[in-house]
């Protein structure tokens, strides 16, 4: 069948909506009907040239929700008319991460920028004949998609699907970056440095922790004034401001938890963010940098061991996908977690640049492109 999909073909550069050739669904895989996909940093990272792919031309999108409308052989637990969120790692639940119940470390997350299916082969195509990648085996900027069915998850019909995609990515990593990651418990003043699409749920999940204090961090102002609606106690527009503000409520000590959400995080803020945290305190490491950025300078070995300080990465919010969505919408269906309020605006496919611009210029928390 044909699709249309926002495809790179070069990178740096900008999207560019194509129409596609779209395979049957062949073992193990369904085929399915996008309602709506979030706007990540990552694809963004990706066009740009920060972030370097294997294999061009791409459709990008992992944030997606939709609607099962044909299912191959031996699929077992989704039928035609399943809702479904994107994982954008399958979780083979064979390798030592999943046996282990870190799914979101599972090995088969190494084919995320690669850009082909789980048996090697692409279900995408140009009209030219060229092979088209998908990032994380999904390219959710497609009106229509093939998955390998465990890259899907089903969720119940009363959710709706136009928010329901955020929690695919963005609602966890930054929830869970604080959760988990940060381990924050009562009482604990946290600084969050960027408060975009994924920063706003690290505020939700410090509040959700009992955190006393919330410091956001953006330099934009009408962030920093959003924060302050998702539960934040304080804003400032520089990680600097954030750290003397800690130190005076703090008598000195420092944040017993920061965790940096920017939307680039470049190794001279890990630096910054490092000094920020008390002794024995938690730095968590949730935004990325180009992979191609030196290592950290700044950082003493004999001060990490001897405050016994933590650095700690976090790849959606250290929490299996399946574990991780339905628990969400579960708190949304409750009232306690925001996802509508994430959405700042929505677009077309054919707007996807332009939703981009938005991003990068701090006018949206969160865009959304609806295709229904």
């Not at 479904?84 to 064979?94: D, M």
């Not at 930054?174 to 749920?201: E, K, L, R």
């Not at 939700?204 to 934009?220: C, E, F, L, M």
Request: negative net charge; hydrophobic residues 40%; glycine residues 12%.
């Amino acid at each position: 069948m044909k699709t249309n999909a926002a495809v790179l073909r070069s990178a740096p550069a900008e999207w560019k909506v194509e129409e596609l050739e779209l395979d049957e669904p062949r073992r193990g895989e369904v085929l399915v009907e996008m309602v709506a996909t979030g706007l990540c940093h990552s694809d963004d990272h990706i066009s740009h040239g920060d972030v370097h792919v294997s294999h061009l031309p791409l459709v990008g999108g992992h944030e997606g929700s939709g609607i099962v409308r044909a299912v191959g052989a031996e699929v077992h637990e989704l039928e035609v008319g399943d809702h479904v969120l994107t994982s954008f790692v399958p979780a083979c639940g064979r390798c030592r991460w999943c046996a282990m119940g870190m799914q979101n470390l599972c090995d088969v997350g190494a084919l995320t920028l690669i850009g082909h299916q789980l048996d090697g082969t692409f279900r995408m195509h140009t009209d030219d004949g060229l092979d088209v990648a998908t990032v994380a085996l999904l390219g959710t900027f497609s009106e229509w998609q093939v998955y390998e069915q465990r890259s899907l998850i089903k969720i119940d019909k009363d959710i709706p699907l136009e928010v329901a995609c955020l929690v695919a990515c963005g609602v966890q990593t930054g929830y869970g970056s604080a959760t988990t990651a940060g381990n924050v418990q009562p009482g604990d003043v946290v600084i969050v440095a960027g408060v975009g699409g994924i920063g706003m749920n690290a505020v939700q999940g410090a509040v959700a922790s009992g955190a006393a204090h919330i410091i956001a961090v953006d330099p934009v102002a009408d962030k920093q004034k959003w924060a302050l609606e998702f539960g934040a106690t304080e804003s400032f527009p520089s990680l600097s401001d954030a750290a003397a503000r800690v130190q005076a409520l703090t008598n000195g000590q420092g944040a017993d938890v920061t965790i940096l959400t920017a939307g680039t995080v470049h190794n001279d803020l890990i630096t910054e963010g490092y000094h920020s945290i008390r002794k024995a305190g938690t730095l968590v490491v949730t935004g990325v940098g180009p992979d191609q950025e030196d290592g950290l300078h700044g950082i003493n070995a004999y001060d990490l061991a001897m405050l016994q300080k933590r650095i700690q990465g976090a790849l959606y919010g250290m929490k299996s996908p399946n574990e991780a969505m339905p628990m969400l919408l579960n708190q949304y269906r409750s009232g306690k977690l925001k996802l509508d309020e994430l959405v700042t605006r929505t677009y077309s496919l054919d707007q996807i640049n332009a939703a981009y611009d938005d991003m990068r210029n701090g006018r949206n928390i969160r865009g959304v492109i609806r295709f229904r």
